[in-house]
């Protein structure tokens, strides 16, 4: 495994990783009775964070 591809897949699973964790966040904010809006603003980095990570993967992926 060469380097480009060795760091696209890092950053594909940290995106995953923060995908999975915001979406959590957000159901689990939800289902609670909590009525502050941090909770929601995290979820939505961590959402953002992934998907940008997922899209530079993906460059770096088809670039190769």
Same mark, same amino acid.
Request: proline share 3%; glycine share 10%; with cysteine.
């Given at each position: 495994? *060469?380097?480009?591809?060795? %760091?696209?897949?890092?950053?594909? =699973? +940290?995106?995953?990783?923060?995908?999975?964790?915001?979406? $959590?966040?957000?159901?689990?904010?939800?289902?609670? *009775?909590?009525?502050?809006? %941090?909770?929601?603003?995290?979820? =939505? +980095?961590?959402?953002?964070?992934?998907?940008?990570?997922? $899209?530079?993967?993906?460059?770096?992926?088809?670039?190769?």
């Amino acid at each position: 495994m *060469d380097l480009p591809t060795g %760091r696209a897949a890092t950053v594909r =699973a +940290f995106g995953t990783i923060s995908l999975v964790a915001g979406f $959590i966040t957000c159901l689990l904010t939800n289902s609670s *009775d909590y009525d502050g809006l %941090r909770p929601q603003i995290l979820a =939505a +980095f961590l959402i953002l964070t992934g998907i940008g990570l997922r $899209i530079e993967a993906a460059i770096v992926d088809r670039m190769r």
